[in-house]
Structures are given as structure tokens and as C-alpha cells.
């Protein structure tokens, strides 16, 4: 009988049992939102994820579409990674991302501008080939196709320790963010 006591206070952690205390639930894994730097579906500079989490560590991840992405982000059609259906940009403070309600009631839905910046991250200059005329303007990266070291360090705050990495969960909202703050993408550029 002492072994079975001393075994069951090793399990639970040093607390000895006691009638009716039940041990904890194991942890369920979820579904939440994800983004890499890494190129995706329909020619995009980025690509966009469901992912299914236990914790920190990824289980699955799904890839979706831009437009997928931002309508179960808001909340607009169903979505295991959303399932109350809420506005995740509103709730995560990422103001460029949000639904406007103007003075006459009006919605104004935006497609996520942060979005197009993504590239940015990674490429010191737009990477596909543009019709004569086109410009896009210049990257935030301080080298050709990937991002310094430097700019990695910064980049690891958000999940992303190589370009391929996905942002996960609040990571990818912070990132989202931070990258509506000119602040930080003038120190993202050229550093302090």
C-alpha cells in the first residue's frame, strides 16, 4: 500500500490523492491562423495556414488561400480556427485590417493591405517580372531574397527563425501589428 501512495504522489506531481480529487484533463490541441514568407498558392509572396496546435507544438498545418484567410480571420464564414466567428484583426489591434463602420453606418471592408506587405519582409525589390511601366516599389530586406541575420533576430520575436517558418496564433497578429507601425519597419530597414 505505500508503494501505490508514493507512486500516485510521483504521478500528480509531489500532491498525494485524496477521495474525489481527479487528475486534469490532458490538453486538447486547436486550430488557430498562420503566415510564412514563404511563397504560395496563386503566385503569392506568402502563404497562408490553418494550424492545428497542442500547446507549442504544431500538429498539422492546412494551407488556405488570401482570401480564405481573411474572411475566416473577420470572422465573415466559418472557420475551426475561429469558431465564435469574431473579428480576430479587431481583437488583436490590427488596425489596418479592420472592418471600418463609418459616420452613416456604412462597413467598409478592406482586403488587408498589411497583406501586400508581407514581401516586404523578405525581398529588397519586388521579385516577379512587372509589365514596362509597373512598379511596386522596393523591399524591406537588406538582402536580395531572404532577410539578414539581423533582420531574422528581429523576425524570431514573431516564430520565424528561417524565412519558411510559419508565424503562429498571437506571433502572427503581433507581427501583423508591428508591421502597421512605421517605427518599426524604419528599425526592421536599417536598424538602430
Known sequence: MR????LLVAVLGGLPLSPGLATPPPPYASWTFG?????????????????KVLEDEVL?????TREQFVQQVRGM??????????DLFTTHDVAACRIVTDEAGMRRINDCPLLDDLWKLRFWEYPFLL???QRVGKGWSEEPNNP??????LLSNYGLRYPTDIAIGEAMFRLLRDMGDEAWVDNYQKGY
Do not use: H, Y
Request: a positive charge; aromatic letters at 6%; proline letters at 4%.
Open 3 to 6: 508503494f501505490r501512495s508514493l
Open 35 to 51: 503566415l510564412s514568407l514563404s511563397t504560395g498558392q496563386n503566385n503569392q509572396l506568402f502563404s497562408c495556414f490553418l494550424v
Open 60 to 64: 498539422s498545418t492546412e494551407p488556405i
Open 77 to 86: 464564414v466559418a472557420s475551426k480556427a475561429n469558431p465564435e466567428a469574431v
Open 131 to 133: 509589365r514596362d511601366g
Open 148 to 153: 539578414s541575420a539581423r533582420q531574422m533576430l
